[in-house]
């Protein structure tokens, strides 16, 4: 299983762009890059899930360098209800069975 | 369309006593898993399922046990609780990928079950 690891906390302003940058050196070659944001008290919700290179939707951009032993999920323009808890996750779907395990995620605070 | 459901949402429980959370998700999913996660922590894998009638141990499967015997539910036992299985619990469900080998599927979660072991 590719372990990950992230910053444990940070930091924004209103309006600003966040960068949150996970690193996963022994991610295998069927693994995808996926990212949850979870607020207090609730499950994880999917923010956006990538193989390579970029991926964008209307909430966040993924950014994975081709050697994919790193990803930056960037959060543009962020508001005061991003704050919340970002998790990165790799893994895949094998015939044997899944395990998709969390890190410990990224607490973001966003500040007026 | 529900999503991913849980019961019961709270439940205090006394050391040495049993108690079972139902899962239940109405997406036809295949894939379906018990989280705990405690006070500032991330999700600890407890147990998954790749398929109705199939079980699998995940990060801290100890003081667990689970059945599938419905697609649509995935059931969490405790047999004799303890106070070191205060936590939250999350279930989440995911489809299976479209894309052979190279696919991994969105994890949906339920609301969670906040259990408390005196």
């Known amino acids: 299983l590719a372990k990950t690891t992230q910053p444990i906390s940070m930091d924004s302003y209103e309006g600003q762009e966040v960068n949150i940058t996970c690193s996963h050196n022994?991610?295998?070659?069927?693994?995808?890059i996926t990212w949850y944001q979870q607020f207090p008290s609730q499950g994880p919700r999917f923010i956006i899930q990538?193989?390579?290179t970029k991926v964008t939707n209307e909430v966040a951009s993924l950014f994975i360098p081709a050697d994919r032993k790193s990803s930056t999920l960037s959060l543009p323009r962020v508001s005061l209800s991003d704050t919340a808890v970002y998790y990165c996750l790799v893994g895949g779907l094998r015939a044997a069975g899944n395990k998709l395990t969390f890190g410990g995620g990224t607490r973001v605070l966003v500040k007026p | 369309n529900a999503g991913v459901t849980q019961t019961p949402k709270f439940r205090v429980l006394k050391t040495g006593q049993s108690m079972t959370l139902l899962c239940a998700q109405d997406?036809?999913?295949?894939?379906m898993y018990w989280y705990r996660q405690d006070p500032g922590m991330g999700l600890r894998l407890i147990h998954y399922?790749?398929?109705?009638?199939?079980?699998a141990k995940g990060e801290v499967p100890d003081g667990y046990n689970v059945s599938r015997l419905k697609k649509q539910n995935f059931l969490l036992g405790l047999e004799s609780a303890a106070p070191s299985q205060t936590s939250v619990y999350f279930c989440a469900s995911s489809p299976p990928g479209t894309s052979g080998i190279l696919n991994t599927g969105e994890l949906f979660f339920g609301e969670g079950s906040r259990l408390t072991v005196l």
């Open positions: 990538g193989y390579k």
């Open positions: 997406m036809n999913h295949e894939y």
């Open positions: 399922s790749v398929g109705e009638g199939t079980t």
């Open positions: 022994n991610i295998a070659t069927n693994d995808y």
